[in-house]
């Protein structure tokens, strides 16, 4: 197979020795069918063993490898050489802090995926002997394509509002909240509801949709969103103008 030099930059930062992060340019023969991962890699394994990011599958499941490559949100493992002119800039994911050269911290999306429950809350508790909650397919149909979501937090990296307003639940957390309540097996909604019908929560989108762009999964966050806004506003009406009708 042919092979061609491809040049990246890439962008480094020791926090041990560096006071700032800068950018280190490499010169790797890769075949024209791999990825900026697969470059990645060769440049680990035959030039510079000190270079650190995340990988895991190299099949666009487990959403570890997401960085900005030239300039917008991509999973390396998806980025083909072959789509890119000139010099391929590579660097962590916007809006969250660095750690050590591709490696960002993730401690403050892994808090607010947390705080929206992303997990079953049966409407009724019942034992193992009576055996599954059922689902007929039309009911499974209306939040699969949010299940579809493997949390690569590309969505933040390229949302504006997350890198405005730090304290935005950002999109993949309000997507997959909307997933469960959604969910017909679910009795979680009002539990959700008080983190992200909030200021804080959906009511900080102002749908760009470059959430929705970015998506390697084309789990679109950005409708998921709209769809909650939709709901919660139903919810305000019928609480104070319509009391008597139940939610």
Not at 183 to 189: A, E, H, L, P, Y
């Amino acid at each position: 197979m042919s092979e061609r030099v491809y040049q990246l930059e890439v962008l480094r930062y020791h926090p041990e020795t560096d006071s700032e992060p800068h950018f280190q340019r490499y010169s790797v023969s890769c075949e024209e069918e791999w990825v900026v991962l697969d470059a990645l890699n060769r440049i680990k394994e035959t030039i510079d063993p000190t270079l650190s990011y995340r990988w895991s599958c190299h099949m666009a499941v487990c959403g570890s490898c997401g960085m900005m490559i030239n300039g917008e949100p991509m999973l390396a493992c998806k980025s083909f050489l072959r789509d890119y002119q000139g010099v391929i800039r590579v660097e962590p994911l916007a809006h969250f802090p660095i750690e050590r050269d591709l490696v960002t911290v993730i401690d403050d999306f892994m808090d607010k995926f947390k705080r929206v429950k992303p997990y079953l809350i049966p409407k009724h508790e019942k034992p193992v002997s009576e055996g599954e909650y059922l689902q007929s397919p039309a009911q499974l149909k209306k939040f699969k394509q949010y299940t579809m979501c493997i949390n690569c937090m590309l969505c933040y990296a390229a949302c504006p509002e997350y890198g405005l307003i730090p304290k935005f639940l950002g999109p993949a957390a309000i997507s997959m909240a909307h997933r469960y309540n959604q969910d017909s097996r679910d009795g979680g909604r009002d539990e959700r509801q008080e983190e992200i019908a909030t200021t804080e929560g959906v009511w900080e989108c102002s749908f760009v949709g470059a959430c929705s762009e970015v998506c390697p999964e084309h789990v679109d966050p950005a409708s998921a969103l709209q769809q909650v806004k939709i709901k919660s506003t139903v919810d305000w009406y019928k609480e104070h103008l319509m009391p008597w009708v139940k939610k």
